[in-house]
């Protein structure tokens, strides 16, 4: 079955860039999406087809996807997006997720 | 105003059966593929099962054989039988919209927290 791969962790200073990786065989011919999810809240889209927002979602979140790897970027993080981060992509008609990034703003 | 609400959760024994709903206003269910996430206590995502706006079902490994997606147009609702349910099916379920079609999720439900013990 097919997986993504996220680091269980990233560290970022408020106001600098976080990166959030995700990995997966030939991930780069998927779309892949992110959610962020707080504690005790249902998961939030942030990012889907790699780079696109939805409205409401601020400009300092972008993505990427090439290759193996696709990319979560928070350029200038603050304080409230600390949270778990989670890449979704679709393996013919079976719904995948990466297994989650904390976020810490520190 | 788009909502999912979801139900049907508790507490159920090894072995035992549950049905879950999501009552949803603001958009047609039978209009989008509609999913089922679910969530173990301090856990990640994993993705469930889909319903297509075409009736056609899938579901991931661990639930196969054992639960059935499906939805009531008359009432908007989706709903996630589960037969057979185990330990590990412990988790809050959440029911998830997919308006592009395998696109993204784009509003979910507040989930309903179901505990599969003895």
């Known amino acids: 079955s097919y997986e993504l791969t996220q680091p269980p962790s990233v560290s970022v200073s408020p106001g600098q860039t976080a990166s959030i990786t995700c990995s997966g065989d030939k991930l780069g011919d998927k779309y892949v999406s992110w959610y962020q999810q707080k504690p005790g809240q249902s998961p939030v889209l942030v990012i889907y087809?790699?780079?696109k927002r939805p409205s409401g979602i601020p400009e300092r979140f972008s993505g990427s996807n090439s290759g193996n790897t696709a990319t979560l970027t928070i350029s200038g993080t603050q304080a409230m997006d600390e949270a778990d981060y989670y890449c979704?992509?679709?393996?013919?008609?079976?719904?995948?997720f990466g297994g989650g990034t904390k976020l810490t703003v520190l | 105003e788009v909502q999912l609400v979801e139900s049907g959760g508790g507490l159920i024994q090894p072995g035992g059966s549950l049905r879950l709903t999501c009552v949803v206003s603001?958009?047609?269910?039978?209009?989008?593929?509609m999913n089922w996430v679910r969530q173990a206590p301090g856990k990640g995502l994993e993705w469930v099962s889909v319903i297509y706006n075409d009736g056609r079902t899938y579901y991931g490994d661990s639930v196969k054989g054992r639960f059935t997606i499906s939805r009531d147009n008359s009432k908007n609702t989706l709903n996630l039988q589960m037969h057979s349910l185990r330990a590990e099916d412990t988790a809050v379920y959440f029911c998830?919209?997919?308006?592009?079609?395998?696109?993204?999720?784009?509003?979910w439900g507040q989930g309903t927290t179901v505990t599969v013990s003895s």
């Open positions: 087809q790699d780079i």
């Open positions: 603001g958009f047609t269910v039978s209009s989008n593929y």
């Open positions: 998830a919209r997919d308006s592009g079609g395998r696109v993204a999720f784009d509003f």
């Open positions: 979704q992509a679709w393996d013919s008609s079976v719904g995948v």
